[in-house]
């Protein structure tokens, strides 16, 4: 076949595709929204050859009777089907799992990202708003842009500590639709006051609380057995900090009302096969994904200690989550020195002023933990 033919079934060769660059971005800028052109792609950092300790990955292996386990559980899938709509068998042994209220029932989501876009989606009409303390997990703003709703963010106190007077007072002039709290907060480690919540619970009402308790597996509490006692709050939870991050799965739990209507967005088949199979299989070894965060939770409070102790780090923040930040007199130059060194952590310094010299670190094994502190002691004496 000569170049620039095709077969019916065949994509044209891009050399002799039949219009002009030109043309097709002409039609792009007419098309699509200018705040989408405006803005770029989410960005993930490329990790190859480095250790990576940016993303709040688990950093343990599955072990290897699990693995031989997993892998003939999805050899048995059954690709060729759709899924079915329905969960059961993943919901039981979620619930095995995870303590969540027998009477709440469970929604899943590909990752707890879709189903902060979707409660934005259910609950916002364009404008609404949409309002989450400051600074935090970024993509509650992402999410609100998208559907079409107005972002409000409310700074939190210089130890990120929620702001109340603020928060209450802008819950009473914007009266907004959703109130995100991550619990505990990312990029920052800390968690709320379970009263705090209670009390913007009450303030948002009728407005939905969602609590985001990404970050659970590390935190001493949970607002999850809490989630019926009032009429305006789901809590989202995700699988991907436990050391499941690939295959994608986040759910959330709450009032049958609310459950009933987030479920009539959501896309029939977003939970695939594999990863329901995985999900499944690996729930009901959950003791295993127990240990790591409970082995993580320590390895937080040595690499909190040693960071402490380390010249040049000014602070370093309390964390109820699998990362910890730490301030810096130069994060820029500390982050690219690191990054030399070949160690990959998040420079989160430029997300908000509250957060000026500030660099987040994944808390990671024993072994990678002394990699990261060693290259950093190193950058900090030069
Ligand atoms: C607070 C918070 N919520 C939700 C997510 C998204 O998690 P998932 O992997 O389930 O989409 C993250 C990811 O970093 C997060 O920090």
Redesign the pocket.
């Known amino acids: 076949m000569n170049a620039g033919q095709t077969t019916d079934n065949a994509a044209p060769d891009s050399a002799a595709f039949p219009v002009s660059a030109q043309a097709v971005s002409a039609c792009v800028q007419q098309t699509v929204r200018a705040d989408v052109q405006q803005t770029h792609a989410y960005v993930v950092a490329d990790a190859t050859g480095l250790l990576k300790l940016d993303?709040?990955e688990n950093p343990h292996p599955l072990p290897e009777a699990l693995k031989q386990g997993l892998a003939q559980r999805l050899a048995e899938v059954a690709l060729n089907r759709y899924p079915s709509p329905e969960s059961p068998a993943l919901e039981a042994v979620l619930r095995g799992a995870t303590p969540i209220p027998a009477q709440a029932p469970v929604m899943f989501?590909?990752?707890?990202?879709?189903?902060?876009h979707l409660i934005i989606q259910a609950c916002c009409a364009p404008g609404d708003v949409v309002l989450s303390p400051i600074p935090?997990?970024v993509?509650y703003a992402v999410s609100a842009q998208w559907n079409h709703a107005r972002f409000v963010g409310v700074p939190t106190l210089p130890d990120f500590s929620l702001d109340m007077p603020a928060l209450l007072a802008t819950i009473e002039t914007e009266r907004p639709k959703v109130l995100f709290v991550?619990y505990?907060?990312?990029?920052t480690g800390r968690a709320c006051r379970t009263e705090d919540l209670q009390a913007l619970a009450h303030a948002m009402h009728p407005g939905l609380l969602v609590v985001?308790?990404?970050?659970a597996p590390f935190s001493s509490s949970s607002f999850m057995p809490h989630v019926l006692d009032l009429p305006n709050v789901v809590v989202?939870?995700?699988?991907?900090?436990q050391g499941l991050?690939g295959i994608?799965?986040?759910y959330m739990a709450g009032a049958p009302a609310w459950m009933a209507e987030l479920n009539k967005v959501r896309p029939p088949y977003n939970i695939n096969v594999l990863t329901r199979a995985a999900a499944e299989f690996l729930l009901a070894h959950h003791h295993v994904l127990d240990e790591q965060a409970a082995d993580l939770v320590a390895q937080r409070a040595e690499l909190a200690q040693q960071l402490a102790q380390m010249p040049g780090v000014l602070q370093v923040y309390d964390s109820q989550?699998n990362f910890l930040i730490f301030r810096v007199a130069d994060a820029a130059a500390v982050f690219q020195a690191l990054r030399n060194a070949g160690i990959l952590i998040k420079n989160v310094s430029g997300m908000h002023p509250l957060l000026s010299g500030c660099l987040r670190v994944t808390v990671s094994t024993a072994d990678e933990n002394r990699q990261f502190l060693n290259a950093l002691q190193k950058v900090m004496a030069s």
């Not at 989501?109 to 902060?116: C, F, M, Q």
């Not at 505990?184 to 990029?187: D, R």
């Not at 989202?236 to 900090?241: A, G, I, P, Q």
């Open positions: 993303a709040m989501g590909n990752g707890s990202d879709e189903l902060i935090t997990f993509m991550a505990p907060n990312n990029p985001d308790e990404a970050y989202v939870r995700t699988l991907s900090k991050a994608r799965l986040g989550a």
